[in-house]
């Protein structure tokens, strides 16, 4: 069996040591070597022709920012970023997944060490993942799309009470960057399940807002589900639809894991199913696993339209296949055509 071969560039030796521990106690790993900043980590590359990089944000004489655009401009490989939990960490790391990261880990900004090996599991599992992802160019988004603006303004959607319901995973924040970003400022009210941790979704919400037509938040309880507005769900908090008269609302509260996630796209999904129904439509991206599968499914039996990324453009084809494979898929679109064709369907044409 052909292991994964990982190279770790981190400025703290202590760091390199403790990845290098956690990742070769996985039989299906091997750390080809270590590397203390990016330019002793080119040469590495180069020799060694590791299959995976774990790249530190913050080093000396050249940042994992300016490396990782450097990196997947002249050699794209798969990357996994090591970031830290702070607001300037959260940013940069949102940057580095734009600009073509599979992933990132977040690094504890106390007890570094013991909280990086309670989450040896976690960096396994992304390191693994980001050994099969396809990774591609990083690509310019444009704030306007000819999807969104072929439909006319006039009786676009079929009633006021719609909802958009999204999942993503790996590869999830430029897959729903790109959805986002398309569509125009009347689109009914969207709930977005992003797996991402805690402190995350804050600074990814305010990104999309930015850059989108519709208004963008970090989902709190109660909130309204308002055309031209979009809620993504906090990290380790599930979000759920709810309705409250002839409005929706969502429940964001802690419970136990679905799918080993907290927030879960099966619970938003199945929420979507039980208030929204036939008013509903759910879209699938690019993923790890199987969570969101089966809510897509009982979405679609309850009369909504849904739709799954394709395997050509996903990063993992993980969580859209399940969706095609159970039935929860009614369309597999390539996500250029996502957000147009989340449109058509909440036209109801």
């Given amino acids: 069996m052909k292991r994964i071969r990982v190279l770790i560039v981190d ?41 995976v990089l774990t790249l530190d944000v913050e080093m000396p004489r050249m940042d994992g920012l300016t490396f990782l655009e450097k990196l997947m401009r002249g050699h794209p490989m798969p990357v996994v970023m090591v970031s830290s939990l702070t607001q300037k960490g959260c940013e940069v790391t949102l940057r580095a997944l734009e600009l073509g990261a599979v992933d990132f880990f977040a690094k504890p900004t106390i007890d570094t060490i013991s909280g990086v090996s309670g989450g040896a599991d976690e960096i396994v599992a992304k390191v693994k993942t980001a050994a099969r992802a396809r990774i591609g160019p990083a690509r310019a988004v444009a704030k306007t799309s000819v999807d969104a603006a072929s439909l006319s303004t006039a009786h676009r959607f079929r009633a006021t009470n719609q909802i958009i319901a999204i999942g993503a995973s790996t590869g999830g924040t430029e897959a729903i960057r790109t959805v986002l970003t398309r569509m125009p400022a009347d689109t009914p009210g969207i709930v977005i399940v992003q797996h991402m941790p805690p402190g995350f979704t804050a600074s990814f919400a305010e990104r999309m807002d930015s850059l989108c037509a519709i208004r963008v938040k970090e989902a709190e309880d109660g909130d309204r589900v308002l055309p031209g507005h979009a809620l993504i769900a906090p990290g380790n908090y599930h979000t759920a639809l709810r309705r409250n008269g002839a409005s929706y609302t969502v429940r964001v509260y802690m419970d136990e894991r679905v799918n080993l996630h907290r927030p879960s796209v099966d619970v938003l999904f199945d929420s979507c199913a039980t208030y929204a129904g036939r008013n509903a439509v759910g879209a699938i991206l690019t993923g790890m696993g199987n969570d969101g599968a089966m809510g897509l499914r009982r979405m679609r039996d309850a009369g909504a339209r849904t739709i799954a990324q394709d395997e050509s453009t996903c990063v993992v084809y993980g969580m859209p296949r399940e969706a095609v494979e159970c039935g929860g898929a009614e369309f597999v679109y390539p996500l250029d055509r996502v957000a147009g064709e989340i449109l058509r369907l909440a036209a109801g044409l």
């Fill in 11 to 51: 400025d703290s030796a202590a760091m390199r040591q403790l990845l290098t521990k956690i990742l070769e106690s996985d039989p299906e790993i091997e750390v080809v070597g270590t590397a203390q900043d990016p330019f002793y980590a080119r040469d590495k590359i180069k020799d060694l022709q590791p299959d």
